[in-house]
C-alpha cells in the first residue's frame, strides 16, 4: 500500500522567512495530493491540492510543486507570520473505483517567532 | 455552508466499554470517511462509506465499525474499548463522485479517552 514519508518533523522560523515541507510517496498510482493545516484543537483544514497532471500550484503565499517521477512533492509558504504555526500534513490518494482513501504523512509542527 | 459536524466533542469511557460517535457531513457530501488521529501513528485511515455502503476500509480490527444513513449521517462504533483506542477521531466528508478525486473536508474531531 501507500506509504507517505514526510520531513522535517519541526520547523521553526522567524516571522517573514519562507519555509519548505517535503514529502515523498512510494506508490505510483496515487494521483491527488493534498495539504492540510491542523491547529490546535481543531481538525485538519484544507489549504491546497494539487493532481498528478500539473507540477505546480500557487495560492497567494502557498505553493505546491510535484515531481512525478521522483515521487516527491513540497509545500512552500513565502512570507511566514505568526497565524501560520500549526501542524502541517501531507496526503497522497488514488481513486479506486470512486473511494477515497488519504495516506497522511506523521505532520510538521511549524513555529513562526514574531 | 455549514461544516462538517461531529458529536459528542469529548467522550470519557471506561476499558471494555462501547462506544458511538457520530458525523454530520456538509449538506450535498455523499462520501463520509473516519480517521483516528494519534501522536505515534498519526492519521490513519478507518473506512468511507458512501450511499449508506462502506466502499474502503482500512487495517483496523473488526472493533471498530460504521454504518452510514440515508440523509449521508455517519456513526462510527467502537466496542470493547481499549487503552489504545484513546485518539481523536476525525471524519471527512467529501462529493464522492466516483472517476475523479474530491477534496475532503474534516470535522473537529471527537476526542476519545479510555480509562
Known amino acids: 500500500g501507500e506509504n507517505v514519508e514526510q520531513h522535517p518533523s519541526t520547523l521553526s522560523v522567524q516571522e517573514g522567512d519562507s519555509a519548505v515541507i517535503k514529502c515523498t510517496y512510494s506508490?505510483?498510482?496515487?494521483?491527488?495530493f493534498p495539504w492540510y493545516k491542523q491547529e490546535l484543537g481543531k481538525g485538519p483544514q484544507l489549504i491546497i491540492d494539487?493532481?498528478?497532471?500539473?507540477g505546480e500550484k500557487k495560492d497567494q503565499r502557498i505553493a505546491v510543486t510535484l515531481n512525478k517521477t521522483a515521487k516527491h512533492f513540497s509545500l512552500h509558504i513565502t512570507e511566514t507570520q505568526p497565524e501560520d504555526s500549526a501542524v502541517y500534513f501531507c496526503?497522497?490518494?488514488?481513486?479506486?473505483?470512486?473511494?477515497?482513501?488519504?495516506?497522511f504523512g506523521k505532520g510538521m509542527k511549524l513555529t513562526v517567532n514574531p | 455552508k455549514a461544516g462538517v459536524t461531529q458529536t459528542p466533542r469529548y467522550l470519557i469511557k471506561t476499558r471494555g466499554q462501547q462506544v458511538t460517535l457520530s458525523c454530520s457531513p456538509i449538506?450535498?457530501?455523499?462520501?463520509v470517511s473516519w480517521y483516528q488521529q494519534t501522536p505515534g501513528q498519526g492519521l490513519q485511515f478507518l473506512f468511507e462509506?458512501?450511499?449508506?455502503?462502506?466502499?474502503n476500509k482500512g487495517n483496523f480490527p473488526g472493533r471498530f465499525s460504521g454504518r452510514q444513513f440515508s440523509n449521508s449521517r455517519s456513526e462510527m462504533n467502537v466496542s470493547t474499548l481499549e487503552l489504545g483506542d484513546s485518539a481523536l477521531y476525525l471524519c471527512?466528508?467529501?462529493?464522492?463522485?466516483?472517476?475523479?478525486?474530491?477534496?475532503?473536508?474534516f470535522g473537529p474531531g471527537t476526542r476519545l479517552t479510555v480509562l
Open positions: 471527512a466528508s467529501s462529493l464522492g463522485s466516483s472517476g475523479a478525486y474530491n477534496e475532503q473536508f
Open positions: 506508490d505510483s498510482a496515487s494521483n491527488y
Open positions: 494539487i493532481r498528478s497532471n500539473v
Open positions: 496526503a497522497a490518494s488514488s481513486t479506486q473505483g470512486g473511494s477515497e482513501k488519504l495516506v
Open positions: 449538506s450535498g457530501h455523499r462520501s
Open positions: 462509506y458512501f450511499s449508506e455502503t462502506q466502499r
